[in-house]
């Protein structure tokens, strides 16, 4: 296989999707591709092994393995059910422990899910104990993964202006400001990235945003540019009326932190420059 280190950094990431609730999943059918199995039956033994591990390691197996069977044409009409599974990112990492090790891409896999599942997956109690700091890190990585996905879909909806169709979202959401107008209120240099000048509460109302716009064309099967954007808009409309419903703070009288991420960033590096 050539160039196996690039491969091993966009591959795994490239087939990742993400639900309507902002959780990131695999499906074991185009996992099974990149692992290099070419049968399913053999492909399914691997993740028996894998559930069994999952069992052994005290964790429920249905939040790690989530059925998504679908029925798929085979011709003159007729269809059959396809069998496949929705993975978390642990599943995956048990899958490649138990994987044929003579495929190079097998140990990719592994070392890949093993640092990334720990790096990723906070459990609520986990969350709760971070600074504030911390949560925008971890939220603002979510975004970044959110965005990511919402453009692929919204490419498949045919949208080609991705300025024009994120800024309908932030009009939604920010009473019709634009980006440009949040980065001015927010008093800004050119340039800066408003989301990393976000606290952690107004980074989840555009995570919400974000994944809630890309189930909706996903789901609607949205076409056309135009009605891309009109769907982004209404979302962020909508998540503002639920904002107000619950007499939460409009994302706009959100205070913006002192630093921003980037920042943070900088001061952390040169920290351990500096020891």
Same mark, same amino acid.
């Given at each position: 296989m050539n160039n196996i280190e690039e491969y091993n950094e966009k591959i795994f990431e490239s087939i990742k999707h993400i639900d309507e609730y902002g959780n990131e999943y695999w499906l074991a059918r185009e996992l099974q591709k990149v692992l290099d199995y070419k049968e399913w039956r053999k492909f399914e033994g691997v993740i028996n092994k894998a559930?069994?591990?999952?069992? +052994?390691? +005290?964790f429920i197996i249905e939040d790690h393995f989530v059925g998504a069977d679908k029925m798929v044409s085979i011709g003159s009409g007729a269809n059959r059910c396809q069998k496949d599974y929705k993975l978390s990112r642990y599943a995956c990492y048990l899958i490649a422990q138990n994987g044929d090790s003579r495929k190079e891409v097998i140990a990719l896999a592994q070392t890949y899910f093993a640092i990334q599942t720990r790096k990723q997956e906070i459990n609520e109690k986990e969350y709760s104990l971070l600074t504030e700091d911390e949560k925008r890190f971890y939220q603002r990585n979510l975004t970044k993964k959110g965005n990511y996905s919402l453009n692929q879909a919204a490419k498949? !909806?045919?949208?080609? +202006? $991705?300025?024009? $169709?994120?800024n309908s979202g932030y009009r939604g959401l920010y009473n019709g400001e634009t980006a440009n107008d949040i980065a001015k209120r927010k008093k800004l240099k050119y340039r800066e990235d408003i989301l990393d000048n976000m606290g952690s509460e107004e980074l !989840? !109302?555009?995570?919400f945003r974000i994944t809630q716009t890309e189930a909706k064309l996903k789901k609607d099967n949205i076409k056309g540019e135009k009605e891309a954007n009109k769907t982004h808009y209404n979302i962020g409309k909508n998540i503002r009326e639920v904002i107000a419903k619950n007499g939460g703070t409009m994302p706009e009288d959100l205070p913006t932190p002192k630093k921003s991420l980037k920042e943070l960033e900088k001061e952390k590096q040169l920290k351990i420059e500096n020891k």
């Open positions: 559930k069994e591990a999952c069992i +052994n390691s +005290n498949k !909806a045919g949208v080609k +202006n $991705f300025d024009k $169709f994120h !989840a !109302a555009n995570l």
